[in-house]
């Protein structure tokens, strides 16, 4: 059962998961940041991956009705980054993860490691979510 965050949480969670995303977490950054309310956070094993993951959240994103997602994205970098307005999806290759550490610059933020069991029911309940926003 998923726990109660946003449509825009449950919706990028599902697609990690079913992309295989690994190490997906997510930062609570409500009360610390004006900018953003929560960072979901996965490792991809490749560029491709992260470019399949990029897809499948930007068209979800515009199917749900929300904020454009933007997205900043370059090869070489080894990390991308979606903006879907109260969420910001950070992928990253591995080494680059480590490099980044996202979770020692948010050190004050509420780290919740997500169950893929609790996002995977596949394709019916990203319909449905999807269909309760529009």
Known sequence: MKKDFPPSVNIGAQILF?????????????????????????????????????????????????????IEYKELTRWAVLDAGDIMVHLFEAERREEISLDALWSKAKRIELNAEEFTNATESLNSTLRDLV
């Open 18 to 70: 079913e992309l295989r995303t690994e190490g997906v977490e997510l930062l609570d950054l409500r009360g610390l940041s004006s900018v953003v309310d929560w960072f979901l956070v996965g490792t991809c094993e490749s560029s491709a991956q992260m470019q399949a993951i990029l897809g499948e959240l930007q068209k979800a994103y515009k199917t749900a009705g929300g904020e454009p997602a933007s």
